[in-house]
């Protein structure tokens, strides 16, 4: 683990750590706050997929985050990112109406695609839906899933996340998704440069052992997990990742970090 006395930049996860449901995290605006005052560079980063980069930073603002917009990093703008390379791809989304628009730009096709984008998509899961996808993928294309999430932290408890339709998705069609969002090295790598500093100089604050924590450690981050939101003692304890630090929650974060 980096000392924390050389760390110059923080990316901090939203749902889990910042809020869970539509409560902010006790003590998560006044820390946030606080981190910006002393002179930390600061990214948010998400992989959730339900709400453009624009209707997350409304979220924010409402819960009373002073965060800009252009300071957060979601799986989904990665993933326009992403697809800049392949030109003027035909692409099939599976997607919330509020993210397409973030994606109205791109060429689109129920029944012959390049790429089928999955993402969060609540309730609208259906066979219906998934063999479309299935025999999208066996005639050819390819398939990106903005994240693999195995469960998240709702106010209801843990939820299944779309990691299960992914997976079920690649080996029916023996297809290996993209995954495009935390843990992918490229995820962090495009948050870095946002932070325009080199790993050893950041830490990850997340509450996911596997995702957050992992994904940041493998790409040279500090690892900070956070005991809210999906994070579960068991689970943490049985992982094979070792954080470099655990705290209560965001709010205790603050007075760890020296001052800049």
């Given at each position: 683990?980096t ?19 539509s409560q ?14 002393r ?28 965060i800009?917009e ?8 990665a993933?326009l ?37 999955v ?13 479309r ?24 408890g ?14 029916a ?16 790598k ?11 100089q950041?830490?990850i ?8 924590i ?5 790409a ?13 003692q ?7 990742v070792?954080p ?17």
């Open positions: 683990m000392p924390l006395s050389l760390i110059r930049g923080i990316l901090i996860d939203l749902d889990g750590v910042l809020y869970v449901g902010a995290v006790n003590g998560a605006i006044e820390a946030v706050r606080e981190i910006k005052r002179g930390y560079r600061c990214r948010f980063v998400t992989n959730t997929s339900t709400l453009s980069r624009a209707s997350l930073h409304k979220k924010l603002a409402g819960f009373g985050f002073d800009d252009h300071e957060i990093v979601s799986a989904t703008r993933a990112i992403y697809l800049q390379q392949f030109g003027d791809p035909v692409c099939h989304l599976l997607l919330t109406d509020d993210v397409k628009q973030d994606f109205r730009h791109l060429r689109q096709s129920d029944s012959k695609a390049d790429f089928v984008i993402g969060d998509i609540g309730d609208a899961w259906s066979y219906e839906r998934l063999n996808v299935f025999n999208l993928l066996i005639g050819g294309a390819e398939l990106i899933a903005i994240h693999k999430n195995r469960f998240w932290q709702t106010e209801r843990l939820q299944l996340d779309i990691g299960a339709f992914v997976s079920g998705l690649e080996y069609s023996r297809k290996q998704a993209t995954i495009i969002g935390k843990p992918s090295p490229d995820f962090f495009a948050a870095l440069s946002e932070l325009e500093m080199p790993p050893e950041a830490a604050v997340g509450d996911d052992i596997d995702a957050d992992g994904g940041g450690q493998r040279g981050l500090t690892g900070i997990l956070v005991k809210t939101g999906k994070y579960r068991d689970y943490a304890e049985n992982s094979l070792v470099g630090l655990i705290i209560p929650s965001v709010a205790a974060l603050p007075d760890l970090l020296p001052g800049q």
